[in-house]
């Protein structure tokens, strides 16, 4: 996914720091699902669907919705008239969207690649650059962030999902009477610690 933004520069929004270099861009995009939205603050359409995006987004990836966050990253290509617009609509926006520096040709660019005509347009791409969704805005008004995980499934991700085996404390129960079992034994184990040191003291 990089590839497509090797040698371009994306603000981070929660401090506008630039995301530049390519091991940066690799680290936030690499093995993600990647939308990519077309909008404008200004744009009657856009505010509506912006607002749908946001808790679209802090669905999938906030802490106060999910334990762990989606793989899910969000580019923000601008259509604002000015700057202060753009930094304006982000402010309003979840602290981890990305955004194209305003003013910048890459933008131009990224409309061109994905004919985009009228906004708002959500374009999901894979971690390769492929097109998933030409526009998503219709499914994630219809189905929400349940669409997160067709996505998911066609991008091919590698499930982050996993625990690790020196983690047995950790490791998911595979029944309700899980816990009950784990103490039975230690208590069976127990007794049969103590009945053996019986038997040895009476031999």
Known sequence: MAALFTGKVLMANGDEDEVETEREL??????????????????????????LLKDFFLRLTDEFYV???????LVYVSRDE??????????SMPKRWLAVPFGDAFKRELELRFAVSEVPVVVVLKPSGDVIVGNAVEEIQRVGPACFRNWQEAAELVDRNFL??????????????DPLRRLKYKVDKKKNKER???????S
């Open 26 to 51: 690799n680290r936030a995009l690499e093995n993600k699902v990647v939308l990519l939205y077309f909008a404008s603050s200004r744009c009657p359409r856009c505010r509506r669907f912006s607002a």
């Open 67 to 73: 334990e762990r966050s989606s793989q899910l990253v």
């Open 82 to 91: 000015t700057e202060e617009q753009q930094r304006d609509f982000l402010r």
């Open 164 to 177: 690790l085996a020196e983690d047995p404390e950790d490791w998911t129960r595979r029944s309700i009477t």
């Open 196 to 202: 053996e040191e019986e038997s040895d003291e009476v």
